[in-house]
């Protein structure tokens, strides 16, 4: 509770006698009317945000420093009016002033009328990139509407899930199950969007078969859409389209299905779904950006058809792979978390490509893991991965240093980005070669361990031996 006799009106009159200027004065430094400032003085008129910041420059005093205060007046002590709590909201947005923005709406929120606005306002600060900001207000909207309005509280839940998705594979599994309960309230063409999110989420996460359920989804949804798009003569221009093209969402759908089936080990289905999303022949699209996205399909199948081979054993692909590869830089660390795999599993070496590929492995590693975007924190848990199967192809060719290298690299990531499964993988495989270890491995091992047990106490009990 804000003390009572403290307002900014009666801060700004202590300001005018200490500096001894008139209201007049202080109007021509701050560039506000003059009338408009001894109507605020005299508690006869609120001022705007704009002129709450001219104010606040005027005494010298850092942007946002009387937003607690102007908050509590605004819903208090005045009339609330959303031509002031709109841009104020933005206002408390762009300054990152996110204590007061949660006060503000935590108080705008005990008068239901506010929710659309509020939620239109999230929107806008989620479409500028102000997901912070944003998630606040999504909360606050989904907390108000638990028995209605269940498309607008489906979409609160997609952003808050979207919005909340970090490093740590924990909470994002968190996240996701509360997020399972409101896809389907959502509008088709946005549960498109929302399906293949959760779908990328969960594959994320190795929930293989969570994630077949939401992408079998996505596909169905597509299809059916798709199909009544091209039944009606005039499609109304009035229906929410998704993001991508409809057929795109197909192919996808398809793509995803041949990932999962290559991650149970069944290839033969993983290149059945490959053939699905390399044959276009269906689709009745053909503008310019059709065809970019009926191209990068194609592109994608020829590269899992390479890799799918491989990883049954085919080793006469990996040349032709690799000269694919080299030309799609993008592609290339994510294909040698398969083609590690491959090498393990199969025995042949692969040094001179590791080697070639060498700084672009370095490169990423030097970023560290747990920062960037979602779809950045999705790649440091395969990059995690792979770093432990690159260990592990090194111990094999009993290059031990280098391996133990990489070993303890990868369990320094998974630790920031709390992979429990790939920490598991990492100890276990640093204490079959635990002899082997020179005294600054067995160091660096002990260190990383210390911060796992001191942060996941409760999690590691019983699994781990302590080094």
């Known amino acids: 509770m804000l003390p009572t ?4 009106s009666t801060e700004l009159l202590r300001y005018l006698k200490k500096e001894n200027l008139s209201i007049s004065s202080f109007a021509n430094k701050s560039r506000i009317n003059s009338g408009t400032l001894s109507r605020f003085i005299k ?51 762009e300054l990152n002033k996110l204590k007061c923005l949660d006060q503000l709406v935590g108080m705008m929120m005990d008068n239901l009328t506010y929710s659309s606005l509020l939620f239109d306002t999230a929107e806008a600060l989620y479409h ?45 599994l968190d996240c996701t199950i509360q997020f399972e309960n409101y896809v389907k309230r959502l509008p088709d063409a946005v549960q498109l969007d929302a399906l293949k999110d959760l779908a990328n ?55 995803l299905l041949g990932s999962i089936a290559a991650e149970n080990d069944d290839y033969d289905q993983a290149l059945y779904y490959v053939s699905c999303y390399e044959d276009q022949s269906w689709v009745k699209e ?72 060498e ?30 199967d690159l260990g592990k192809y090194y111990i094999w060719k009993d290059n031990i240093q280098k391996g133990s290298k990489y070993i303890l690299e990868s369990l320094e990531i998974s630790y920031k980005i709390n992979s429990t499964a790939n920490i598991v993988r990492c100890c276990t495989t640093i204490e079959h070669i635990r002899h082997k270890l020179s005294y600054s491995d067995l160091q660096k091992y002990a260190a990383i361990m210390k911060e796992v047990y001191y942060q996941n106490e409760k999690k590691v009990s019983g699994v781990f031996t302590h080094p």
């Open 43 to 93: 508690g006869q008129q609120p001022l705007s945000v704009s002129n709450l910041d001219l104010v606040t420059e005027a005494m010298n005093l850092e942007e946002g420093y009387f937003y607690s205060f102007y908050a509590y007046e605004c819903m208090i002590q005045s009339s609330p009016n959303w031509r002031r709590l709109g841009p104020f909201i933005m206002r408390c947005a």
């Open 201 to 255: 989420t969960l594959l994320s996460l190795r929930k293989w078969n969570k994630a077949k359920y939401y992408i079998q989804e996505m596909g169905r949804i597509s299809r059916v859409l798709y199909s009544q798009k091209h039944k009606q003569a005039r499609p109304s221009s009035r229906l929410k389209r998704p993001a991508k093209p409809l057929f795109g969402y197909i192919l996808y759908s398809d793509l």
């Open 286 to 357: 053909s503008d310019e950006a059709a065809e970019i996205t009926k191209e990068q399909f194609r592109e994608w199948a020829k590269g899992n058809r390479y890799l799918y081979e491989l990883m049954k054993g085919n080793t006469d692909v990996l040349e032709p792979y690799i000269d694919y590869l080299s030309s799609r830089e993008n592609e290339i660390l994510k294909a040698l978390f398969k083609i590690i795999q491959a090498a393990n599993m199969y025995h042949f070496e692969i040094d001179q490509y590791l080697d070639k590929f």
């Open 128 to 172: 500028k990139g102000n997901r912070e900001a944003a998630l606040i207000i999504y909360k606050k909207v989904a907390e108000s509407e638990k028995y209605q309005h269940a498309e607008r509280l489906g979409m609160c839940q997609y952003r808050i899930f979207t919005c909340s998705l970090n490093s740590d594979q924990e909470h994002n």
């Open 5 to 8: 006799d403290t307002t900014i």
């Open 359 to 388: 700084k672009l492995i370095l490169n990423h590693l030097k970023r560290g893991g747990g920062v960037g975007s979602y779809t950045e924190y999705i790649i440091d848990d395969r990059f995690a991965n792979f770093l432990t």
